[in-house]
């Protein structure tokens, strides 16, 4: 089965604290995967792609087959990054469907 | 570019009703894709169609249709409406596999 877990419904953390956001995902295949955030009031916006490798506003994201997870880190947390976190995973194939996770609620303190 | 443009922002049916949204996706964007969002969930696929054919189809009972036109816009219908389908629908446009999706604001369905 396909399935995306976030065994985190909140995460709280203060300023300037180290950040995890945790994504364990459930495929056979070599599967695309993708972190969302959706900031309050916003649309859901994509923030990182596991293919690109990239580092967006401090985040960055490590594809972990053997432990089939993709966690979501940032060595500071700001005020500003409190949002709603969706994990999600694309099987590819002729079907570009997204599997979401059920999402984590940062808060970060002051 | 305004992005994902979907419509209407708000909506309230009664039950057994039927239900139209539509989406405009981000110019040069072929492919279009529904989601469901209910409330403490994340977004759950739907539909996604590419060049006006249906690529895919999610775990949806058959009162959920859609369709794409030749400008790739997109409607969504769900007939018999029930409480269940209370949602907010998500449709997000993509260039194809392998590029990330940009999603639309949403249209918040209310059954009563």
């Known amino acids: 089965a396909q399935r995306v877990t976030q065994p985190e419904k909140l995460l709280s953390v203060f300023k300037g604290a180290p950040v995890e956001l945790k994504c364990n995902y459930s495929y056979s295949g070599s599967p695309e995967l993708f972190w969302y955030v959706q900031y309050s009031r916003q649309r859901l916006q994509l923030l990182l792609r596991h293919i690109s490798r990239e580092s967006i506003k401090g985040f960055t994201a490590d594809l972990n087959k053997g432990e089939t997870s993709f966690h979501l880190k940032k060595p500071f947390a700001q005020e500003e990054d409190s949002a709603m976190y969706y994990c999600a995973l694309s099987p590819g194939g002729a079907t570009n469907k997204l599997i979401f996770g059920t999402g984590t609620l940062l808060a970060v303190q002051p | 570019d305004a992005g994902v443009t979907q419509s209407p922002t708000h909506l309230i049916k009664t039950r057994g009703q039927h239900v139209t949204l539509r989406c405009s996706p981000i110019s040069g964007h072929k492919s279009v894709s529904w989601y469901q969002q209910v409330l403490g969930q994340g977004p759950q696929f739907i539909f996604q169609?590419?060049?006006?054919?249906?690529?895919g189809r999610g775990n949806f009972p058959d009162r959920f249709s859609a369709r794409q036109f030749p400008n790739y816009s997109s409607e969504l219908n769900v007939n018999a409406l029930l409480l269940g389908d209370s949602a907010l629908y998500l449709c997000a446009s993509s260039l194809g596999t392998g590029f990330g999706y940009t999603f639309g604001s949403g249209t918040r369905l209310t059954v009563v």
């Open positions: 169609y590419y060049e006006k054919e249906e690529r």
